[in-house]
């Protein structure tokens, strides 16, 4: 089993920054990792994922150039800096991870393990 817990939501002004952490209880570094977000009323959408043996990533095109998912195994963590934020990624972000997972099946339906999610409010 691994327990996720997401860290470093708020309420910011768009256009600014927020770093969200995603720790995990054990070690990941055979894990591929991604960020989800839900907006209430609508579905769990992807926003970005990095491979768990190189650093290759991906990203929702909404996102794109905005947003970097970054990893640091020493420390059991994944991160996701969102930067130039927009009213519309005010949503809950959900980290997930997979154990030896492409990041295609990552991106298309999530992993096996869940956190609980931490809000992220833009105001316009």
């Known amino acids: 089993q691994v327990q996720l817990v997401e860290s470093g939501g708020g309420l910011v002004q768009a256009g600014g920054s927020l770093r969200l952490s995603c720790g995990a209880s054990?070690?990941?570094?055979?894990?591929?990792v991604a960020w989800f977000r839900q907006a209430p009323g609508k579905e769990r959408d992807f926003v970005a994922a990095i491979h768990w043996s190189s650093p290759t990533t991906h990203y929702a095109d909404s996102v794109k150039g905005r947003f970097t998912i970054s990893r640091d195994d020493a420390k059991n963590t994944v991160y996701l800096q969102m930067d130039s934020l927009k009213p519309e990624d005010t949503a809950v972000y959900y980290c997930?991870?997979?154990?030896?997972?492409?990041?295609?099946?990552?991106?298309?339906?999530?992993?096996?393990?869940w956190g609980q999610g931490t809000q992220v409010t833009v105001s316009s």
């Open positions: 997930t991870a997979k154990i030896w997972a492409s990041l295609a099946a990552l991106s298309n339906g999530g992993g096996d393990y």
């Open positions: 054990t070690k990941i570094d055979l894990y591929a």
